[in-house]
T-cell receptor, first 111, second 119 residues
Framework: AQSVTQPDIHITVSEGASLELRCNYS??????LFWYVQSPGQGLQLLLK??????LVQGIKGFEAEFKRSQSSFNLRKPSVHWSDAAEYFC?????????FGTGTQLKVEL | GAVVSQHPSRVICKSGTSVKIECRSL??????MFWYRQFPKKSLMLMAT?????????EQGVEKDKFLINHASLTLSTLTVTSAHPEDSSFYIC???????????????FGPGTRLTVL
């Protein structure tokens, strides 16, 4: 079965600083990979996805992620964080017609 | 993009009562929908897969008689929490894949969630 690990439970960055959220997955083949963002009390918003092709994926709100097969990773990055980016971020793996989520990373942005 | 709605967004009920949550695909048809449960500060856990015109498929450890799922049409799935107790309090989220049959269900569109509080 597939699994997802997000090693960082909490991350705090200053506004304007760069951001990288880590995600590692376990699956025998190349899975579908997703990053979602969730604001308090809200549903999930898709930031970006990777199915195949170019391993560097651009998403909404200035986010990007890079798929590295050798490291089984799909880390999320943003060059300059805005205060409105404070939220919970989930990495997810899609395989066998199911989505499996990581435990999430809570992002705090210091002004 | 595809839109999934949920109703109600928030519900408070007394212990022992039943609560129904609706999940609708607004601009596309969904033969399959998924129901997730999210505990505070926790990840989403898949509860069941809702199939239009047939029985739902429940994940291991999910009580079928507690969480009744009905997929009555191509745009509506309902989750009924029967005889709710405080431990059923949670955030329930539904999702639907963007294509009808034959396509991968690995990509899903999510509803905004329903906050259930059982007193």
């Amino acid at each position: 079965a597939q699994s997802v690990t997000q090693p960082d439970i909490h991350i705090t960055v200053s506004e304007g600083a760069s951001l990288e959220l880590r995600c590692n997955y376990s699956y025998g083949a190349t899975p579908y990979l997703f990053w979602y963002v969730q604001s308090p009390g809200q549903g999930l918003q898709l930031l970006l996805k990777y199915f195949s092709g170019d391993t560097l994926v651009q998403g909404i709100k200035g986010f990007e992620a890079e798929f590295k097969r050798s490291q089984s990773s799909f880390n999320l990055r943003k060059p300059s964080v805005h205060w409105s980016d404070a939220a919970e971020y989930f990495c997810a793996v899609g395989a066998r017609n199911k989505l499996t989520f990581g435990t999430g990373t809570q992002l705090k942005v210091e002004l | 993009g595809a839109v999934v709605s949920q109703h109600p967004s928030r519900v408070i009920c007394k212990s022992g009562t039943s609560v129904k949550i609706e999940c609708r695909s607004l601009d596309f048809q969904a033969t399959t929908m998924f129901w997730y449960r999210q505990f505070p500060k926790k990840s989403l856990m898949l509860m069941a897969t809702s199939n239009e015109g047939s029985k739902a498929t429940y994940e291991q450890g999910v009580e079928k008689d507690k969480f009744l799922i009905n997929h009555a049409s191509l745009t509506l799935s309902t989750l009924t929490v029967t005889s709710a107790h405080p431990e059923d309090s949670s955030f329930y989220i539904c999702s639907a894949p963007p294509r009808v049959g034959g396509g991968t269900y690995n990509e899903q569109f999510f509803g905004p969630g329903t906050r259930l509080t059982v007193l």
